[in-house]
């Protein structure tokens, strides 16, 4: 293990422990988001509401997007450790529900509480990572979870069914309570931060409340509209325009607020608005090719379901090589030169796709879903880390927080449009997937669209700091900046 990092955390804190028991916690946050998918009949058949099945899905994915941001605030001002083992005692919870659930609508609940869970564990350990690693090893050590979502990713709806049709799939949530005990007592304790000193800042509730009422409505809109109800249907419009409402008001609130929960001033600095947006397209692009590249390889090209997932399989491969090498490469070249590497990979990755057809071979989709994972993990490491180094210790949460909600946002809008525009042009066959003779011509318009975002990203690349000097400076400027205004 490298030499510890230059700061108070980094000199009393063990690392190794410390990074081990963040990939553990992190391996149960991202195998709970897959490993439910082939189990989802089982457990429908046990519990029955086959009709709430995909609230198994949405009530995870809301509440840890919901929560991401205000989690990574509250690190800032209630401490790194407390929220992290506050977020690992949520999915403990969560977990038994799960596993001990007699009722569908209590393993929604259960769910519910994994995904407050996981909403903490994202951000928190991104920034206990940042704060315990110095500049150039952290690419190497969010490479490690970059690597620990790659697996997950692979491992985890194999797990699911393996469990579901031999032991029971009350084991998917069992499995999860001894791991959550074991990370939480390596983190307590191995990982040690500084002491708060002064009086610690008021928690902004009302900001709180309002920013998640607002991004619940705007994120349940995005991932149930054109399916559960149509985009012109009254609850369609209620809800978009309440979370507007809702927004509209935080934003209000916290350029008036001394102390939001989420302060949007974080978001002027060009480096932290440049890697939210960036983050927030790679989410679109991410889930555009999760959830069409295996619908392209059955419903176009004939192949099984297996055959599917190894082609997708390879943009989780590609991701964390990248990304652990992302490290050398931008205290080489910088910042700014990495993210144009990484961008102009994902956007040759993308165009490839274009070249797809009804005779095209998987290998073709693996190699070109390959290059777009290579480009990810050479674009979201180095944006990520270049907003952390621009933020000073106290705030470090909350722009990691942002950052990972973006992505989270960007996931839900690229299910809301991709899924639009192949509605639009197939019908839903009995298996729940498009079908038609225009499937072809309807994946080809979302490799369009992901072909755009990638254009995006890539000039986005070119308003990045040039390298980490230039991202100390402006955290040294704009901590001034804030001092002075709140003097």
């Known amino acids: 293990m ?43 058949r046990h519990l029955g509401g086959f009709d709430q099945v995909p609230w198994l899905f949405s009530s995870y994915l809301l509440a840890q997007a919901v929560s991401t941001p205000l989690f990574g605030r509250l690190a800032d001002v209630l401490g790194r450790k407390r929220l992290m083992l506050a977020g690992v005692g949520l999915f403990f919870v969560g977990s038994v529900l799960c596993a001990a659930a007699p009722t569908m609508g209590l393993l ?10 996981a909403g903490a564990v994202m951000p928190v350990s991104m920034t206990i990572t940042a704060d315990i690693y110095t500049l150039a090893e952290r690419a190497k050590a969010q490479g490690y979870l970059a690597s620990v ?34 990370a939480a007592w390596m983190l307590a304790r191995r990982y040690h931060e500084p002491a708060h000193k002064g009086a610690r800042e008021p928690i902004d509730y009302v900001g709180a409340v309002l920013l998640a009422g607002g991004s619940t409505l705007l994120l349940l809109g995005l ?37 939001p929960i989420v302060d949007l001033r974080i978001l002027r600095r060009r480096v932290v608005g440049v890697s939210s947006t960036i983050s927030l397209l790679v989410g679109v692009v991410v889930l555009g090719l999760s959830t069409y590249i295996p619908i392209y390889a059955q419903g176009v ?10 082609a997708l399989a390879a943009m989780t491969i590609g991701w964390p090589l990248s990304s652990t090498n992302a490290g050398h490469l931008y205290l080489r070249i910088g910042f700014r030169f990495t993210t144009l590497v990484g961008t102009t990979l994902a ?138 205004a709140r003097a």
């Open 347 to 484: 956007l040759t990755g993308t165009a490839l796709l274009l070249l797809l057809d009804d005779a095209s071979s998987l290998v073709m989709v693996a190699a070109s879903c390959f290059v777009v994972g290579a480009g990810m993990g050479l674009t979201s490491v180095p944006t990520l880390i270049a907003a952390q180094t621009s933020a000073a210790f106290t705030e470090r949460g909350a722009v990691t927080g942002t950052n990972m909600f973006a992505r989270s946002l960007g996931s839900a809008v690229g299910v809301a449009v991709c899924g639009a525009i192949v509605n639009a042009r197939t019908t839903i066959g009995a298996g729940g997937t498009p079908v038609g003779p225009g499937l072809m011509s309807a994946l080809h318009l979302v490799f369009v669209l992901l072909v755009g975002c990638a254009v995006v990203l890539v000039g986005l690349s070119t308003l990045m700091p040039a390298d980490r000097d230039e991202a100390r400076r402006r955290r040294a400027g704009t901590v001034e900046a804030a001092e002075g």
């Open 2 to 44: 490298p030499r510890p990092a230059d700061t108070a955390v980094g000199l009393r804190s063990e690392r190794g422990p410390v990074l081990a028991s963040l990939m553990l916690a992190t391996a149960l946050v991202a195998l709970d988001a897959t490993i439910i998918a082939t189990a989802s009949a089982t457990i429908a």
């Open 108 to 117: 929604i609940a259960g769910r519910a509480l994994q995904g407050l869970g």
């Open 223 to 259: 991932l149930e509209g054109g399916g559960t109800w149509a985009w012109t249907s009254a609850p369609s419009v209620g809800i978009f325009a309440a979370a507007v409402v809702l927004l509209l008001a935080f934003g209000l609130h916290a350029t008036r607020s001394r102390y």
């Open 149 to 182: 979502w790659a697996i997950s990713a692979v491992v985890g709806p194999t797990l699911g069914g393996v469990f579901s049709e031999f032991t029971s799939w009350r084991w998917i949530f069992v499995i999860n309570v001894p791991l959550c005990a074991v």
């Open 301 to 310: 090209l004939g192949t099984g379901p297996l055959l599917a997932g190894f």
